[in-house]
Structures are given as C-alpha cells and as structure tokens.
C-alpha cells in the first residue's frame, strides 16, 4: 500500500512585504492565488505556484498581482469567500475590511471594536456574516447584506483578547480562542456555549473537517486535539526535536503563532517561534502524534507565524516574521511501503 510523504520541496518564495507575514490564506477551489497580510499594513495577492515551477531551484517573487492598501495599522488576519470575490481583513487599527477582489476596493468598513482585531471568518448562506475576535474580548457578528453599520450580535463570554476564529458551518458553530485560557465554541442553532479551559493562553484554534475535533495552540508550547463531545485530550503535539540532524523544536512561548490541519486532517501543521537553529515549521502525524516533518525557513527568522494548507491541490504556505519570506511547498508523490 502507498503511503503519503508530507510535501516539503521548496519551490516559491515571495518577498513582497516589508514586514512580518500575519496572516495567509489560498484563494477557495484549487488555491491558485495566495492573500497574505503584514505589518506593513497591505495585503497582498500573489501567485501561490510560479508559472515555471519546474524550475529546479527556488523560484523568487518580488512584486505581487495586487495590492490593497487602507489599513492605517498592521494587518492580522484574512478570510476569503468561497467564491473568491471577497475577502475580509482586520487589524491593529480596530476596523473590519470587506474588500472587492477584482475592484480592489474595500465595499464596507466596520467600526464597532474598541481595540485591535486579531481574527476574522465567514459564515452564514453564500458567506453573508462576518465574524470578528478582538482585544476588546469581544466578538462580533456582522450582516454584510445589511446597510448597518452595527454588529448584529456581540459574544461577551471572554475576558482576555480573542486571538484566533474558525466558523465550522458543517456544525453550524463557531470556535474561538483567547489569551483567558479558554478555547469556546458557540452552536449557532442552540445558543449553546462549550468551554474547554486549557490554562495557557490560546492562539489558535481550528475545528476538523467533520466538526468532531478541535486542535487548539496555547503559549506553554503545545498543541492540543480536543473532543468537541466531552473535552478530552485526543493527542498533545508540541516538545519534540524534528527534522535533518533533530536540530529544530516546536516552540511557542510569546507569539500568536497558528496551527490548521492537513492532508485530510491526517496532519497537524504549525508554525513555530525561532530556537536554536531558527525557524521552522513543522508537521506531525494526527494519531501517532510524532512529527513527520520539520522544514526549516532561515536561521535569522524569528518565528513562522502562520501557515496555511490548500487542500485541492496539497501544497502549503508558510507566513515568517521576517517578511522577506513566504515560502511554499509542492506536494511529493506517494511512495511504496518498500521505499520507506
């Protein structure tokens, strides 16, 4: 039986931005294009795979297909339409972008945060909400066919800044993260609220394909898969020494560093802060917990902060602290059980 090698071959590198990488995402259906954000406050549309990507050595990119600049401070996060023709951006200047792709322009901006905003997801029929995680401790749940500038409904549940989001609309729910320690998820349909304390602040949380799982990132420097049923810890990732010579160590301790799954959530994969030998992101198997890649990015780099995977055609991104990199990876091919 084959199995799949976890895509580590460099093949793209962007350096587009003049400061760190915050957020990146693929475009939605094939993730032909990548949006990233920075604190250089543009967001930036960019070719994800190069036309010559058969080149043999890494391909660089300087100057991205388009910019979109209205952002006074940096850029923390993006969500794409399902459609590609929109997206939204938030940030440090406590506003909610929603921008048209094509345009270029932003169609609507919100204003109803009192601090920064750190997250940012669509949700709803045909992407018609917006749902926004702030410093404020709030979230905010926004109408984007309304002609209102007010939120349509407020979450006040946290008590610290809400740093990450992920509307599972397979489960009709919302998962948030916040520096209190507590990962919450809201059922849109009961009005439930599930909180599961993990005692460290939360940087990242994403449900998995089917809604059962939640992986949940804390600064104690794991990386936990959660029950949504009862809370339970499936698997901890996160500790661990990886890659050529075990030279690199999944860590994060002070950033908001994100974490998704891959491969049809058979993979865990994370950014990490710098250790030792700098920078690298790395890759762990769901159900053995071990990691299966650690892909280092430059021992000057400070951390890779987000990353992102395009299931349609199994490649990933990696946004890094630097900004002179993003880099991306091609997906290997299967190899037999007797290659291994």
Same mark, same amino acid.
């Given at each position: 039986?084959?199995?799949?090698?976890?895509?580590?071959?460099?093949?793209?590198?962007?350096?587009?931005?003049?400061?760190?990488?915050?957020?990146?995402?693929?475009?939605?259906?094939?993730?032909?294009?990548?949006? %990233?954000? @920075?604190?250089?406050?543009?967001?930036?549309?960019?070719?994800?795979?190069?036309?010559?990507?058969?080149?043999? %050595?890494?391909?660089?990119?300087?100057?991205?297909?388009?910019?979109?600049?209205?952002?006074?401070?940096?850029?923390?996060?993006?969500?794409?339409?399902?459609?590609?023709?929109?997206?939204?951006?938030?940030?440090?200047?406590?506003?909610?972008?929603?921008?048209?792709?094509?345009?270029?322009?932003?169609?609507?901006?919100?204003?109803?945060?009192?601090s920064r905003v750190e997250a940012v997801q669509f949700a709803g029929d045909g992407d018609s909400v917006v749902v926004t995680g702030s410093a404020d401790t709030t979230i905010n749940i926004w109408d984007t066919r309304s002609s209102s500038y007010k939120p349509i409904q407020t979450l006040t549940e946290a008590t610290d800044t809400v740093s990450s989001l992920h509307a599972h609309m397979g489960s009709y729910s919302i998962a948030s993260g916040s520096y209190d320690g507590?990962?919450?998820?809201?059922?849109?349909?009961?009005?439930? %609220?599930?909180?599961?304390?993990?005692?460290?602040?939360? %940087?990242?949380?994403?449900?998995? @394909?089917?809604?059962?799982?939640?992986?949940?990132?804390?600064?104690?420097?794991?990386?936990?898969?959660?029950?949504?049923?009862?809370?339970?810890?499936l698997n901890a990732f996160g500790g661990e020494k990886g890659g050529i010579g075990k030279r690199h160590s999944y860590r994060n301790s002070e950033l908001r560093v994100r974490s998704v799954f891959a491969m049809g959530d058979a993979v865990v994969l994370s950014g990490s802060e710098e250790g030792a030998a700098g920078a690298a992101a790395f890759a762990w198997d769901v159900v053995k917990g071990e990691v299966i890649a650690a892909v280092p990015v430059g021992e000057k780099v400070k951390a890779v902060s987000c990353v992102a995977w395009n299931e349609g055609v199994g490649d990933w991104a990696a946004g890094c602290s630097d900004g002179k990199y993003l880099v991306f990876f091609e997906v290997w091919d299967t190899c037999a059980d007797c290659c291994s």
């Open positions: 039986m084959p199995r799949t090698i976890f895509p580590t071959r460099h093949i793209h590198t962007l350096k587009t931005h003049n400061g760190p990488v915050n957020a990146v995402t693929f475009s939605s259906s094939g993730g032909t294009y990548v949006l %990233t954000g @920075s604190s250089d406050r543009a967001i930036h549309l960019s070719r994800a795979v190069p036309n010559n990507s058969n080149s043999p %050595t890494v391909v660089e990119t300087t100057t991205p297909i388009q910019k979109y600049e209205a952002h006074g401070y940096s850029v923390l996060d993006i969500a794409v339409t399902a459609d590609n023709a929109r997206f939204a951006s938030v940030g440090g200047d406590r506003q909610v972008f929603l921008w048209d792709v094509e345009q270029g322009i932003t169609t609507k901006r919100w204003t109803g945060h009192n507590r990962a919450r998820i809201y059922d849109i349909r009961t009005g439930k %609220t599930t909180v599961d304390v993990l005692a460290h602040p939360v %940087t990242s949380v994403r449900c998995s @394909s089917d809604g059962n799982a939640l992986l949940a990132s804390t600064l104690d420097g794991y990386i936990r898969l959660l029950d949504r049923m009862d809370g339970k810890v």
